[in-house]
């Protein structure tokens, strides 16, 4: 599996990138609003996105890894697939991308070309539980218990009630069961 393809970008597609990469031009596809930003000639870092099919190969590539994550959580979508991922990443911003879906704002996928209503209305349905809520992960970003209530599968905000209360001086593993106990009830 390809992860990161750092190299010399030897010249613009319509879709993305080649790039040079000890003698070997990888195509990567990129979305439009980071194509913009890429010149030939210049050195970059792709984190890259592969999707194999029987009959295609293409490497998508993003300026950093919350950018494929969310690529991922997409694709993970029923209905969106690569090329639909790719458009909505292409449109607008991870952050964008992610702030819609915690405010459910489905007009920002119905407006991306291939996306209807009801294909917008899933993403936000099953992705608003798997996203962090960024304005409220700020304050807890180096906060173990938080960060592994998270991981468990807490929203940002769940994460952050649980921990309400609970004693910042116990340790980690303490202040997880404490957390755990509070938001059990």
């Known amino acids: 599996m390809i992860a990161r393809i750092n190299g010399v970008i030897a010249e613009k597609t319509p879709n993305g990138v080649i790039v040079d990469l000890v003698g070997i031009g990888y195509d990567i596809v990129v979305p439009l ?3 913009v930003t890429l010149s030939a ?9 592969e999707n194999i099919k029987e009959d295609e190969y293409t490497l998508f590539g993003f300026p950093d890894q ?3 994550t969310l690529y991922y959580k997409l694709t993970s979508v029923n209905g969106v697939g ?3 991922a790719i458009s ?9 991308v992610q702030n819609a879906i915690l405010k459910d704002d489905v007009s920002i996928f119905s407006s991306v070309s291939g996306i209807g209503k009801k294909t917008a209305q899933r993403i936000i349905l099953e992705l608003k539980g798997k996203l962090v809520d960024v ?3 700020t304050d807890n970003e180096s906060d173990q218990a938080f960060l592994a209530l998270i991981s468990l599968g807490y929203s940002a905000r769940d994460a952050k009630l649980a921990l309400k209360g609970v004693d910042e001086s116990l340790s980690t593993q303490e202040r997880i069961k404490l957390g755990l106990k509070g938001a059990s009830k």
């Open 33 to 35: 609003n980071y194509l």
């Open 41 to 49: 000639g210049d050195k970059a870092v792709f984190y890259i996105a």
């Open 66 to 68: 919350p950018s494929r």
């Open 82 to 84: 690569p090329k639909a």
């Open 88 to 96: 909505i990443l292409s449109t607008y911003k991870s952050d964008e």
């Open 135 to 137: 304005s409220i992960d």
